[in-house]
């Protein structure tokens, strides 16, 4: 039986998918994996560089690109493996990630998914992880100073459960894939990983952050945001709110935001 599926999706990956696929081929775990590609509609050399690669992956070769969710899907679907890893084309695997995400999976019961530490290309640890973004977590973050909840932060150096992760390293059982079913395929990116972590919740499955395990990221390699307002997160919070949960949000963040600017003046002249 295979231990792991470890499912990536493409789209003009050449700069970094060949340094990932070369990480999972030095990782000194000893786990029976399986590595399912499926590429959508890249445009430059990201298929050539799967198809030379000595792992020889599985590989499907999308007409149009799908968006994240379908992609991941169609890579789920032909999983065999007890546990499937998500993985960014843009990360790298640190030393014994996977044996130690493996090895935790198996002794956590009950668990939703596990995700490991994500580091800047640098070491440095970055934010990868956030409270459910609701109303009132955006009150609480910027007129009463929760800096942890809203918006990604980077929590403490130990194992523990969490709201939400990004998926650019994420583990799940595949019992708990056939328990909650598939990623939601109304999202073509962004909110994806919000609707599938508050299904696992739903489901009374912790979803864990831990940092023994550790993942590289080139973050904004696939697809990054400055601010909610002004980013591809605005049409995906739409369809995940709803459009007058989404309004009100808005205009709550809009207005934290033009209060924290106006803070930061008083501050200043003081």
Known sequence: MIDLSIIIVTYNSQDYISDLLDSIKASPDKLKKEIIIIDNASQDKSVGAVKNHPLKPILTENNINMG????????????????VLLLNPDTKLVSNCLQTLYEFAQKTKPL???????????????????????????????????????????????????????????????SVIKKTGLLSEKFFMYYEDVEYCRRLKKHKLPVYYLP?????????????????????????????????YSKVLNLVLWIGHKWQVILRGKKFRD
């Open 212 to 244: 023994a395990a550790k993942v590289k990221h080139q973050h904004g390699a696939s697809g990054n945001f400055v601010f909610h307002l002004k980013s591809p997160l605005l049409a995906s919070s739409k369809i995940y709110y709803g459009k007058f």
């Open 68 to 83: 994240f969710s379908k992609a991941v899907n169609m890579g789920l679907k032909k999983a065999k493996g007890k546990f």
């Open 112 to 174: 939703g998914a596990v995700a490991p530490r994500l580091l800047e290309p640098n070491g440095k640890p970055q934010p990868s992880v956030y409270k459910f973004p609701t109303i009132w977590n955006a009150i609480k973050k910027d007129f009463f100073f929760c800096k942890k909840c809203f918006g990604k932060y980077l929590p403490d150096n130990k194992t523990q459960k969490i709201d939400v992760t990004v998926m650019a390293a994420f583990l799940i059982p595949a």
